[in-house]
């Protein structure tokens, strides 16, 4: 084989080879049940919320007495072995003889929320055999709200296996993937305040700098527009004067004082009759 023919080859091979690594390190991902234009945006956006808790893999360990002895291997939207190409998301292995078994795969995913949890099912995992007709194992994850913790506490609730149909492994976890949004708790009156009180505070503020620092006014002339605001005083109060007064402003007094001017009548009266006639 010619040198340029061998170096075409080896080419051949290296980028053959390279396709075949990228398809081996790219992880399967959750599949909803149903075709793919059949997902709904709710779905998608709970899936892609979920997306921190991919990277990260959980176990816990069940044993009741000596005839069960199980670690459960769980990963959110990936495969637990992904060199197995089985797309198992959650794996029972049992200690005593290494015999594992699939509960449940993400290419038969359903997910839904509430207002603070998330709820993942895997579906299609191994068969059950004696146990639920025969069915088929499936995985319930309820993700429930915790703020400040990416994951924790992935623990089995229950095994229900009793009934003839829709038996299912029950799990719970905390994360804060299931919190709701954070919502402001400022009404648009408060802001409005908030910028109102703000405008005013560098009025008074920067209009008593200014007085003092560039006209140099002392005592009160420091404050912005004073003789504005005195005069806004006397005319609110003369307002309020008379928008609240509660008698005619021409009535006549209720009563009359002892004045001078009476004092004065009244001793020219008496002293008529002291007059010779």
Not at 71 to 84: A, D, L, M, Q
Not at 107 to 116: A, C, I, R, W
Not at 145 to 154: D, E
């Amino acid at each position: 084989m010619s040198p340029p023919c061998h170096t075409s080859a080896l080419l051949l091979v290296f980028m053959a080879l390279a396709v075949v690594g990228a398809e081996q390190s790219e992880e399967r991902s959750c599949d909803v049940i149903g075709d793919e234009s059949s997902e709904s945006q709710m779905e998608r956006a709970l899936l892609k919320k979920l997306e921190p808790l991919s990277h990260m893999r959980f176990n816990v360990t069940v044993e009741k007495g000596k005839t069960e002895n199980y670690i459960y291997h769980f990963r959110v939207c990936r495969e637990v072995n992904s060199t197995s190409h089985d797309y198992a998301g959650l794996v029972q292995t049992d200690r005593q003889n290494g015999k594992t078994t699939v509960i449940g795969r993400i290419n038969e995913t359903q997910v839904f929320n509430g207002s603070d949890w998330i709820m993942l099912i895997y579906k299609g995992g191994d068969s059950y055999g004696r146990h639920c007709s025969g069915e088929k194992r499936r995985a319930v994850i309820m993700i429930s709200c915790k703020r400040g913790v990416t994951a924790s506490s992935f623990s089995i609730i229950s095994e229900e296996r009793e009934k003839e149909q829709e038996c299912f492994y029950l799990f719970e976890m905390d994360s804060s993937v299931a919190c709701p949004a954070e919502n402001s708790h400022l009404s648009v009156g408060s802001i409005l305040l908030i910028t109102f009180v703000s405008l005013i505070a560098v009025y008074i503020i920067g209009g008593f700098l200014y007085q003092r620092l560039v006209v140099g006014a002392k005592g009160m002339e420091q404050i912005p527009h004073f003789a504005f605001w005195q005069d806004l005083g006397n005319l609110v109060a003369d307002g309020c004067d008379f928008v609240c007064r509660s008698k005619p402003r021409n009535a006549p007094a209720a009563y009359r004082g002892v004045g001078d001017d009476q004092l004065g009548e009244e001793s020219e009266e008496r002293d008529d009759h002291l007059l010779p006639m």
